[in-house]
């Protein structure tokens, strides 16, 4: 249950965060623009989870360690975002000292595309 509650309250901030990225959609059916995204081919991002309020020190040489590169660490919510194209990252980089879960961020279509309207002038 602790853990629910830790990554309930981590995904809320990692969701205001992410509004503040460049590859942010306009709306629920546009998708990212590639040429903005750092992920390499072939690369999987993954959130690694340390107890509420801590990362280990150190972090992106152990993630280095790991297979793979540290792109974000929030220390305030214990939360850090890695990518790696190593196929045993997760288990790796869950044995790091600090480091109590490590999880593929998977992408959710959230919302099934919709047409949208243009819409008329004002005043119609």
Same mark, same amino acid.
């Given at each position: 249950?602790?853990?629910?509650?830790?990554?309930?309250?981590? @995904? /809320?901030?990692? *969701?205001?965060?992410?509004?503040?990225?460049?590859?942010?959609? &306009? %709306?629920?059916?546009? $998708?990212? =623009?590639?040429?903005?995204?750092?992920?390499?081919?072939?690369?999987?991002?993954?959130?690694?989870?340390?107890?509420?309020?801590?990362?280990?020190?150190?972090?992106?040489?152990?993630?280095?360690? @790991? /297979?793979g590169? *540290?792109?974000?660490?929030?220390?305030?919510?214990?939360?850090? &975002? %890695?990518?790696?194209? $190593?196929? =045993?990252?997760?288990?790796?980089?869950?044995?790091?000292?600090?480091?109590?879960?490590?999880?593929?961020d998977?992408?959710?279509?959230?919302?099934?595309?919709?047409?949208?309207?243009?819409?008329?002038?004002?005043?119609?």
């Amino acid at each position: 249950m602790h853990l629910i509650r830790h990554l309930a309250g981590a @995904a /809320g901030v990692l *969701l205001s965060l992410g509004g503040c990225t460049n590859d942010s959609p &306009i %709306a629920p059916n546009a $998708a990212p =623009d590639p040429a903005k995204r750092s992920v390499a081919s072939g690369e999987t991002q993954y959130i690694l989870a340390g107890p509420p309020g801590r990362l280990p020190d150190g972090l992106d040489h152990q993630v280095e360690i @790991a /297979g793979g590169r *540290l792109i974000a660490a929030y220390s305030q919510v214990g939360l850090a &975002i %890695a990518r790696s194209s $190593a196929a =045993d990252f997760a288990t790796r980089a869950g044995r790091i000292a600090g480091i109590q879960h490590a999880i593929p961020d998977e992408r959710v279509a959230w919302l099934p595309p919709s047409p949208t309207k243009a819409a008329g002038p004002p005043g119609r």
